[in-house]
């Protein structure tokens, strides 16, 4: 059964730091990883889509790596800003089945 | 905006109503799914369907009935349910699809119902 992990469970840094979110995975036979943002009572927004074969994506300010052979992937987000704060979800998926962690509230001070 | 989109947001109903909460995805996917999240616990994978046809049942009380008419709705039929049923439903649609890096299956949810049961 897949177990997904991230760490921290809630972190809360300055404006203008960098960071890294942690996401641990047990089954590394999986299609892709997908990073979410998830605002207080709110859907869940994409942010990033690793397939299995990749090792990293970048949107904007956004990096995520994945390292299958480990089971790990992890969320950098550069410069951060107040409007960051979420709470971040990793997904792993593998055949139509999605497994999600428990999350990292992330909260950035002015 | 997302292309998946739900109705309704909130829900209050007692113990004794029958309710009907309902997705509908305009991506062109053949798969949907209802996820329920609450307070403090993960997100649950509730059901899936591929297809129109159901292709998981996560152990999920008969209490709560799902129902897909076609590829790009989605019911969820409640009734009897209790008051730890209350939580946020989230529904999300998906399709398999085969890149030069393989297969991807990237998931894109509505905005979910809050749903309360008094």
């Known amino acids: 059964k897949q177990e997904v992990t991230q760490i921290p469970a809630a972190l809360s840094v300055p404006e203008g730091e960098n960071l890294v979110l942690n996401c641990s995975f047990t089954?590394?036979?999986?299609?892709?990883l997908q990073w979410f943002r998830q605002d207080p009572g709110k859907g869940l927004t994409s942010l990033l889509l690793?397939?299995?074969?990749?090792r990293e994506q970048t949107s904007g300010r956004l990096n995520a790596s994945l390292d299958k052979s480990s089971g790990r992937s992890t969320l950098y987000i550069a410069a951060s800003q107040p409007g960051d704060s979420a709470t971040y979800l990793c997904?792993?998926?593998?055949?139509?089945?999605?497994?999600f962690g428990d999350g990292t509230t992330l909260t950035v001070k002015p | 905006e997302t292309g998946v989109t739900q109705t309704p947001r909130h829900l209050v109903m007692g113990m004794t109503n029958k309710k009907s909460l309902k997705c509908e995805q305009h991506?062109?996917?053949?798969?949907m799914y209802w996820y329920k999240q609450s307070a403090k616990k993960p997100l649950e994978l509730m059901f899936v369907?591929?297809?129109?046809?159901?292709?998981e049942n996560n152990s999920v009380p008969s209490r709560f009935s799902p129902e897909c008419p076609n590829s790009s709705h989605l019911f969820l039929h409640l009734h009897t349910l209790q008051p730890e049923d209350s939580a946020l439903y989230l529904c999300?649609?998906?399709?398999?699809?085969?890149?030069?890096?393989?297969?991807?299956?990237?998931?894109?949810f509505g905005p979910g119902t809050r749903l309360t049961v008094l």
């Open positions: 999300a649609s998906s399709q398999v699809v085969r890149t030069g890096a393989g297969a991807k299956d990237e998931q894109f």
């Open positions: 089954d590394s036979a999986i299609y892709n």
């Open positions: 690793i397939q299995s074969s990749q």
């Open positions: 997904a792993v998926t593998n055949a139509g089945k999605s497994t």
């Open positions: 991506l062109g996917h053949n798969a």
């Open positions: 369907y591929n297809f129109k046809e159901q292709t």
